[in-house]
């Protein structure tokens, strides 16, 4: 069966850090684009990073303080959090698409994501 499996969520101050990995087993994804999405309490499940072969995007509310990356021998996927913010408190889940990129903007679409993993909660106080 296919799995993944976010860790290293916590609690930080804002203007921390914090590093997020997603561990993938059951199949290879190193030719999937894999993403992270977050999710507030109260809010809709919202985009924030995703990486393909070719190429990385982020939503606008974090970039420059986050980095998306990929260890395919791994078969894991990181998010690394800097410059924290109150904001930023929400739950993260790792998702893996069934393709090798997507055309246009269709990376911000969670339906267009297949596996998911079941989130890790990141809480950033003031």
């Known amino acids: 069966q296919v799995q993944l499996v976010e860790s290293g969520g916590g609690l930080v101050q804002a203007g921390g850090s914090l590093s997020l990995s997603c561990a993938a087993s059951g199949r290879s994804f190193s030719g999937n684009a894999m993403g992270w999405f977050r999710q507030a309490p109260g809010k809709q499940r919202e985009f924030v990073a995703v990486?393909?072969?070719?190429?990385?995007n982020y939503a606008d509310s974090v970039k420059g303080r986050f980095t998306i990356s990929r260890d395919n021998n791994q078969n894991t996927l990181y998010l690394e959090m800097s410059v924290l913010k109150p904001e930023d408190t929400a739950v993260y889940y790792c998702a893996a698409a069934t393709t090798y990129y997507f055309r246009s903007s269709n990376y911000i679409d969670p339906n267009k994501y297949t596996y998911w993993g079941q989130g890790t909660q990141v809480t950033v106080s003031s």
């Open positions: 990486i393909s072969r070719g190429s990385t």
